[in-house]
Each structure stands twice: as structure tokens, then as C-alpha cells.
């Protein structure tokens, strides 16, 4: 019997890193694993492991070889990163866009990027513009800047490691990178004035073919030369993929994992963006602007909950509602519409297990994902994948506080390799994922309780701009 050819998604999240490999249909997963995605704190500066995760892809990809044809190779990574080149590779390490930068470069950097109403990106802290990230580089790396012939976003940096061919793409460039102008499909004034534009390779669509895997790569690993290589796609717009020839517009998608990021696609409603929110448009791989609001969900569930991944039952959250325990945010300084205010927990002595701690962090990033939901004015049937989705209790909150629309779930953790892998098959050949209709919960007093958090959100953010529903 002849071996199954089969798609191999590399698949890097902020926090875990993922080769995940694909029938030729899309229909199995043949070959999953993983490691966590580890930061080197420097020097000359906090940069991302690069050589770790090569040295694991190519293991990975030679483990997975053994007993599946890979003839498809596609990259999918978080955003806000950007690797630059000079003749011999990477001029400097790519940095970790939680690393800080000195309040002499903010602020000279603040002064030349685009209005948000240009860029529809946000103002953001530590290096979550990557244009901040080059600006940095350029100021403290004069000599080694001069020298670099190429910008990549992430997915093509890899897409370039494997087949050689430089490549950019809309899905990473317009991830609040300070570069793009959505609504224009053109470079910000920040980057035409810097030239930075000009470093960049030529636009490609997500789904092309670059080339083919390099000879010194295939023999290292076992996969045959004729292995595709495409040019990968931001991972959040991958989970977007699967569903936007699937559902009537408009729906809104709630991408989980460290981030929760939220998008409304095809609303008739546009809502009124607010920086100081975090919200801001991303951009899907057709180029369109996409409304979204986002906060780091799964980083601030896992602080709240201390480590415990059991789902609370429903009679742990209304024993915290009933004893007023609330969670105010923020508890994570990176991006979010409340990054700048610590967070704190009130009546903390109602967390008396860990039971009532993943309890409370259930809640909260109900709340939180239903007030971002708010701010994009999410219409329509919403769609909730990752990790939120494997939590019903959560789920089901949600479909509480939003008991006019339906809210589906979707089965499985895999939505972000799955929307990356349907770009190397043929439109006819594309499975449809399935999904569970989300049944409300029946928390006594919620209503009150979110309009009592709400009354608790720093008032220096919600003042002028807060949500309709609040």
C-alpha cells in the first residue's frame, strides 16, 4: 500500500509551536506535535528562538516523513513580527514583540507613525507594531540596518528557510503593523517616508506556491524534492479561512489561544474604532479590512485560574456571582482596552478552591469576550475556536450575555492548521469542519452582575467610547 501524500502545516503560536500534518483532503489529522515557543531574554535583546524552532521543524518534519508522502508545506504564525535580512540571513535576532523599548524611542517613534484613522492600527505597547520593532532596530543597529536587503513577515521568513524564495503578504502586514493602510490596500505614509516599503518583497497571495522545498532540506528530512512550498498566512486570519465561504454574512469569529481576537466580517453597521481600546481592522487574505477587538484571553485565564484546566460547573459561577466576586482587568500589560490598568480581584476570599479560581477566569473572559464583541458591534452568527471553545461553561455564558444570536463551537483545537491547509487544496476538495450549537446557561443574577463589572471598569477608558450594551 502506497503511502498518503499529505499536507504539513508548521503552525507558530505566541505561545506553543505546532507541526501539524494533513490528510491530502484535510479531512485527518496523520501526524501532530508540538513544543512550547520559548523567548531568549538576550542579548542583544528579547528575540525568539529561531534556531530552537528550526532544529525542532526539521526533526519534526523527519519523525512525520517515516510513514507519510508530505508533498504540501504551509506556514502559519503569529503576528506582530518581522524578521530582517542582509546577504548571509538574518542581519539581527527577530524580536519578541514583548520586548520594551526605552521611552526616548517611543516617543520618537509615536511622533512619526500614522493616525490611527489612516492605519486603522492602534497604538500598542512594547513591540506590538512591528514598525516600532524596525524603528528600534534602525536606531540602535545603524550599522547592521544599512546592510539589510529584506524585510519578512514571520510565515514568509519560514516560507524563505524552506524553498528560498522571499515573499510578503497582506494577512501579517496589516496585523496592526503601522505599515499598511487597510481601507487605501497601500503602505502607510510611515513606511513610504522611511523606505521601508521598499524592502519588502514583492505581495503574494497566502495561498501561492513560492517553490519547492531546498535539496539540503528534503535530504535532511526524508521529503521528497517536488514538496511544495506556499506562502503561509497570519494565524488568526487561518482560522478566519474555513468559515467565510461558509456562513451568510455578516458572522463574527472568536479566535482563541494567547490572544482572544474577535472579527466582524461583512457587518453593515461600521463601528466607531478606538485605539485606546485596542480595537482596530486586521486584514483577511483577499485584503479586505476586517473590524476586530481583541485582549490575551487565554494568558489572562491561565493567571486567574493559577494553573487549573478543569471547567467549572455552573454552580461555581453563580456561587461567585452570589458572593460578588469579580475580576476587574487588565492581568496582562500587552494589548488589550484595558492594558494600562492592573487588575485586581474583589472578594477575593470567595476563592476558596482551585475550582472557584478556573470559575472566576471562565467568567471574566466571558465578560471580556462579550464587552470586545460590544465594541466591533459583532453581528450575526458568532463562531468560537481554540481553546474557549473546549470550555462549555464558558460558552455557555457567552451565549447567555448574547442570547439574540447563535453562537456555534467548533469540535476541535485544530481550526488555525485546518484554515492554513485549505489554501494548498482545490475549492471542491475543501471538508466542511462541523460545529455544536451552543445552548445559554441559566446563571441566575448575571445581567445584574456584568452591569455591576462594568460599573468597575477603569473609567479613564470606558467614558467617552464605551460599548452600546453597557
Known amino acids: 500500500m502506497s503511502k498518503p501524500s499529505a499536507i504539513a502545516v508548521i503552525d507558530i503560536g505566541k505561545t506553543n509551536a505546532k507541526l501539524v500534518v494533513w490528510d491530502h483532503q484535510g479531512g485527518h489529522i496523520l501526524f501532530e506535535t508540538d513544543r512550547p515557543n520559548r523567548s531568549i531574554d538576550g542579548p542583544p535583546y528579547r528575540h525568539l528562538d529561531t534556531d530552537g524552532l528550526w532544529e525542532f521543524y526539521l526533526s519534526a518534519l523527519h519523525t512525520a516523513s517515516q510513514d507519510i508522502i508530505i508533498g504540501k508545506i504551509i506556514v502559519t504564525t503569529h503576528g506582530a513580527t518581522v524578521a530582517v ?16 523599548y526605552p521611552d526616548t524611542i517611543n516617543h520618537a517613534y509615536d511622533t512619526i507613525r500614522d493616525a490611527f484613522e489612516q492605519s486603522q492600527s492602534p497604538r500598542l505597547p512594547a513591540g506590538l507594531n512591528f514598525g516600532r520593532q524596525i524603528f528600534a532596530l534602525e536606531e540602535n543597529f545603524a550599522d547592521q540596518m544599512l546592510k539589510t536587503n529584506d524585510f519578512l513577515p514571520f510565515p514568509q521568513y519560514w516560507a524563505w528557510k524552506l524553498c528560498g524564495v522571499k515573499a510578503n503578504e497582506v494577512t501579517s502586514l496589516g496585523c496592526h503593523s503601522d505599515l499598511w493602510r487597510p481601507h487605501q490596500k497601500d503602505w502607510s505614509h510611515l513606511a513610504k517616508s522611511r523606505g521601508w516599503d521598499l524592502k519588502f518583497p514583492p505581495m503574494r497571495k497566502a495561498g501561492d506556491v513560492l517553490g519547492h522545498i531546498r535539496t539540503d532540506i528534503a535530504r535532511k528530512t526524508g521529503i521528497p524534492e517536488d514538496c511544495q512550498i506556499y506562502c503561509g498566512i497570519h ?9 467565510i465561504n461558509r456562513l451568510d454574512q455578516p458572522f463574527t469569529l472568536i479566535s482563541s489561544g494567547t490572544w482572544t481576537i474577535c472579527f466582524a466580517i461583512g457587518s453593515k453597521t461600521t463601528p466607531e474604532l478606538n485605539e485606546e481600546r485596542d480595537t482596530l481592522c486586521n486584514v483577511d487574505l483577499n485584503g479586505n479590512a476586517v473590524p476586530s477587538a481583541r485582549f490575551m484571553g487565554g494568558r489572562e485565564y491561565g493567571i486567574l485560574a493559577n494553573g487549573n484546566r478543569k471547567t467549572p460547573t455552573t454552580a461555581a459561577i453563580t456561587r461567585l456571582i452570589d458572593n460578588d466576586c469579580f475580576a476587574i482587568p487588565s492581568f496582562a500589560d500587552a494589548g488589550g482596552p484595558f492594558a494600562q490598568h492592573p487588575g485586581y480581584i474583589k472578594n477575593r476570599h470567595a476563592l476558596k478552591t482551585p475550582k472557584d479560581e478556573a470559575a472566576l477566569a471562565t467568567l471574566y473572559c466571558a465578560l471580556m469576550t462579550d464587552y470586545c464583541l460590544d465594541m466591533i458591534k459583532g453581528a450575526g452568527t458568532i463562531v468560537i475556536e481554540g481553546p474557549f471553545a473546549e470550555n462549555p461553561t464558558l460558552c455557555g455564558l457567552l451565549a447567555q450575555l448574547r442570547h439574540d444570536q447563535t453562537i ?22 475543501i471538508p466542511q469542519r462541523t460545529f455544536t450549537t451552543v445552548l445559554p446557561s441559566t446563571c441566575r443574577a448575571l445581567e445584574s452582575y456584568k452591569h455591576e463589572w462594568c460599573k468597575m471598569l477603569p473609567a479613564a477608558v470606558i467614558s467617552d467610547s464605551k460599548p452600546d450594551s453597557v
Open 85 to 100: 535580512l542582509n546577504d548571509e540571513g538574518l542581519a539581527l535576532p527577530i524580536p519578541d514583540y514583548e520586548n520594551t
Open 235 to 243: 494565524d488568526s486570519n487561518a482560522s478566519l479561512l474555513p468559515l
Open 408 to 429: 456555534l463551537a467548533t469540535p476541535d483545537s485544530a481550526g488555525t492548521s485546518f484554515g492554513a491547509a485549505i489554501l494548498t487544496m482545490n475549492d471542491h476538495a
